[in-house]
């Protein structure tokens, strides 16, 4: 075996979670390499115990005002664009607090919550538009399973932005959600404020 494979299989077996990392205090070099040799292993250092790395860190952000009825990408503390929204009527509000875009779908079918039925993707009557980016998943007030993301509307529904007139999630323009979707990404975080 080689000194680079050595150290592959060294490095790879260190990163290991299911290894204690305390058994790769010291390596010995295998195959042709000698001690002196400038390949050849000898200490790694101790590494941290926990998590081996951070995790990812995305600056940009999400900032939904209910009262305002306005929905603010961030990249760190920077603005970078605002688009007015519609929100949760009472009795059906958009869920306050910090979220994370679980889903992001471009032309998503749509389901009825109380009653079976489908409108299909592209379907003009589709309440979803073109877009949905999906940022809750919990339970409706009624105790049923229930969702709640931004999405597009439907051209009877536009005077609706601006107002609080949704079962929950976030309506927008078609040509801003269109737009958003490009920026955000999953994983990214939502925060939700009066």
């Not at 995790?55 to 603005?79: C, I």
């Not at 039925?117 to 003009?124: F, K, M």
């Not at 929950?168 to 269109?178: A, D, L, P, Q, S």
Request: hydrophobic share 35%; proline share 10%.
């Amino acid at each position: 075996m080689s000194v680079v494979s050595a150290i592959a299989l060294g490095l790879s077996s260190a990163f290991s979670p299911a290894l204690a990392l305390d058994s790769f205090e010291s390596l010995t070099p295998v195959g042709s390499a000698t001690p002196s040799s400038s390949l050849a292993l000898r200490t790694l250092p101790r590494l941290p115990q926990g998590d081996l790395l951070p995790e990812p860190v995305n600056p940009r952000w999400l900032q939904l005002s209910l009262s305002q009825k306005k929905v603010t990408l961030y990249s760190g503390d920077t603005v970078l664009k605002t688009y007015p929204v519609a929100v949760g009527r009472p009795g059906r509000s958009t869920p306050i607090g910090e979220h994370k875009i679980l889903t992001r779908y471009k032309n998503p079918p749509w389901k009825h919550w109380d009653k079976n039925i489908l409108i299909p993707a592209g379907d003009p009557e589709n309440p979803l538009g073109t877009r949905w980016i999906g940022f809750w998943s919990g339970k409706s007030p009624a105790g049923n399973p229930a969702v709640a993301g931004f999405h597009g509307t439907t051209p009877s529904a536009r005077s609706s932005v601006g107002s609080a007139a949704s079962s929950g999630c976030v309506r927008m323009y078609k040509e801003h959600i269109e737009e958003l979707f490009d920026l955000v990404s999953l994983g990214m975080t939502v925060k939700v404020v009066q």
